[in-house]
T-cell receptor
Framework: DVKVTQSSRYLVKRTGEKVFLECVQDMDHENMFWYRQDPGLGLRLIYFSYDVKMKEKGDIPEGYSVSREKKERFSLILESASTNQTSMYLC??????????????FGEGSWLTVV | GENVEQHPSTLSVQEGDSAVIKCTYSDSASNYFPWYKQELGKRPQLIIDIRSNVGEKKDQRIAVTLNKTAKHFSLHITETQPEDSAVYFCAATPSRDNFNKFYFGSGTKLNVKP
């Protein structure tokens, strides 16, 4: 059974703080993703990584950075948290291979509130 | 990039009725279309998927249809039950994208009234 684990379920941070969201997957997946979920806006891709140390910007990368030093771990970093980054963040992973039916598996989500 | 539109944004049905959620996509290179169900406070989970070489797929009360020419695909739930209440997301992945980049619709909140 695929397991994608996000280290923090609920966080409250102050404006300007540096925030780290950690994600670990145990299925040796090449691809890892960070999505942001807001009501009415669906799942918006922030960043994704297709290999260790490799990353690509998604649709809304502004204000975020990522790190992938090990295959199983993908971190999302908010350099200076702002109130408009209050949201639910979903990590996900999948095997490589576009359109081949290698589906995406999600973590439980991290609810971040910036005050 | 791919653009996926999903309708309706909310859907309310009576228990036992059918529910249909529709998605359109823009990139003709997309060839894999999964559907995810997200219950309140939980992660999205795959419920059914379809590849572009198939027109329809069924799994018990859930079915998905795909019209490649029109670039749209739909989720059909028959004999709805209260536990079907959730947010449903469609997605599309272009075959050219070796990174398995998933493009999601904006979600449909389904409410099944007992």
């Amino acid at each position: 059974d695929v397991k994608v684990t996000q280290s923090s379920r609920y966080l409250v941070k102050r404006t300007g703080e540096k925030v780290f969201l950690e994600c670990v997957q145990d299925m040796d997946h090449e691809n890892m993703f960070w999505y942001r979920q807001d009501p009415g806006l669906g799942l918006r891709l922030i960043y994704f990584s297709y290999d260790v140390k490799m990353k690509e910007k998604g649709d809304i990368p502004e204000g975020y950075s990522v790190s992938r030093e090990k295959k199983e771990r993908f971190s999302l970093i908010l350099e200076s948290a702002s109130t408009n980054q209050t949201s639910m963040y979903l990590c996900a992973s999948s095997r490589r291979g576009g359109g081949s039916g290698n589906t995406i598996y999600f973590g439980e989500g991290s609810w971040l509130t910036v005050v | 990039g791919e653009n996926v539109e999903q309708h309706p944004s909310t859907l309310s049905v009576q228990e036992g009725d059918s529910a249909v959620i529709k998605c359109t996509y823009s990139d003709s290179a997309s060839n894999y279309f999964p559907w995810y169900k997200q219950e309140l406070g939980k992660r999205p989970q795959l419920i059914i998927d379809i590849r572009s070489n198939v027109g329809e797929k069924k799994d018990q009360r859930i079915a998905v249809t795909l019209n490649k020419t029109a670039k749209h695909f739909s989720l059909h739930i028959t004999e709805t039950q209260p536990e079907d209440s959730a947010v449903y997301f469609c997605a599309a992945t272009p075959s050219r994208d070796n990174f398995n980049k998933f493009y999601f619709g904006s979600g449909t909140k389904l409410n099944v009234k007992p």
